[in-house]
């Protein structure tokens, strides 16, 4: 008897899928509609490995800006510092780099500063001082003239800086650097 009554479910149920009256109307798209895809967030697989679609998409590191040093006396000297302790750690490139593109064609190549520095500094020892603005030497104009890189310099704006290194004191005058602005930072220039 069970079967009778499921096979006459199974009658009633094909009889009314074939029925036309019974079936769904049908649908048909309409070609000036068109879906727009959604993006889910990726969500990791059941396995627990990362499939292609589930590693997050990389993104771009901001480049790291330079901090800009202070203007007038206080960025002259931190310049100056930075440049001496460039040479105080054998980072002679770096302080190259630091030097006014005048002054570096008076130097000479780069090998040649390099190799002058190198010396200097087994004399000179780590230690020294700077001064901004120096009462015991000319002004700056006395030290710009006859010099080619004269027109260079920013009359308004540039720093005189004395470094007097510990270690050389009794022998040897301090060295008398312009330290001048520039639209794209401080460039340095030793007048003595």
């Known amino acids: 008897m069970k079967r009778i009554t499921m096979a006459a479910v199974a009658v009633c149920l ?18 000036a509609v068109t879906a727009t895809p959604t993006i889910s967030p990726a969500t990791p697989s059941p396995t627990g490995t990362a499939g292609p679609s589930d590693s997050p998409a990389a993104t771009p590191t901001p480049a790291v800006t330079p901090t ?65 603005d120096p009462a015991d030497v000319a002004p700056l104009a006395e030290w710009l003239k006859n010099q080619p890189f004269a027109s260079a310099i920013d009359r308004a704006h540039a720093v005189l800086v004395e470094v007097t290194w510990s270690a050389l004191a009794a022998s040897r005058p301090a060295q008398v650097w312009i330290v001048n602005p520039t639209p794209s930072g401080w460039e340095l220039y030793e007048v003595r």
Do not use: R
């Not at 000479?108 to 901004?132: H, I, L, R, W």
């Open 68 to 132: 800009p040093l202070p203007t007038g006396v206080p960025g002259a000297l931190e310049f100056t510092q930075q440049y001496e302790n460039s040479l105080v750690g054998a980072h002679y490139h770096k302080a190259w780099s630091m030097l006014a593109p005048g002054y570096q064609a008076l130097v000479g190549p780069e090998s040649k500063y390099v190799n002058d520095q190198a010396e200097f500094m087994e004399s000179a020892g780590k230690g020294y001082n700077v001064v901004a």
């Open 14 to 31: 094909i009889a009314s899928a074939c029925d036309s009256s019974a079936a769904s109307p049908s649908i048909t798209p309409d070609p």
